[in-house]
């Protein structure tokens, strides 16, 4: 799954400590998250979507290859 987290993230002026503690998790996560190498569960895509104020589906899309 693709998402656009880092370029959201970058927009709005937050490091990845700032948007992780925001969401309640690591930044090693934000960064796993970022880099496609971990899915969030459905809680924590929903407080990213929220902090990032995006839908859901605005900030992650299938991986179509």
Known sequence: MKNRIK???EQQGLSQGN???MCR????????IENNK??????L????AKVL???VDEL??????
């Open 7 to 9: 370029e959201l993230r």
């Open 19 to 21: 948007l992780a503690e």
């Open 25 to 32: 998790v690591s930044r090693q996560t934000i960064n796993a």
């Open 38 to 43: 971990y899915d969030p569960t459905l809680e």
């Open 45 to 48: 895509a929903f407080r990213l």
């Open 53 to 55: 104020r995006v839908k």
């Open 60 to 65: 992650f899309f299938p991986d179509e290859k």
